[in-house]
């Protein structure tokens, strides 16, 4: 019997939000490393996600400061969850129809 593959604790979702609104390119590189044990419809968004921040990253649109990255971080991060939530619970409300 397969036993289900046990999810590194990077790769769960809200460590991996975190992570990649603090640092794009830290993101993308752990997702590299761990793309096979990210389940497939988590890989995704994993990886437009942790691109967008790179590049945001690269950019310089993110502001310098360890306390200006914090809350520019933790607002997108607030706003995605709160985005996420919300199609999850839109998603769920057409399944069970």
Known sequence: MD???TIPFL???????ILYALCGPLALL????????TPTNDRGPYLFFS???SLFF?????PDGL?????????????????YIMLDRKRNRN???
Do not use: G
């Not at 752990?30 to 044990?37: A, E, G, K, S, T």
């Open 67 to 83: 306390l200006r990255i914090v809350i520019f971080s933790s607002t997108y991060t607030l706003v995605l969850f709160v985005t």
């Open 58 to 62: 690269i950019t310089k649109i993110i």
């Open 3 to 5: 036993e289900p593959k």
């Open 30 to 37: 752990i997702l590299i490393i761990y793309w096979r044990d």
């Open 95 to 97: 399944d069970n129809e």
């Open 51 to 53: 691109v967008v921040f």
């Open 11 to 17: 790769m769960r979702r809200v460590p991996f939000f």
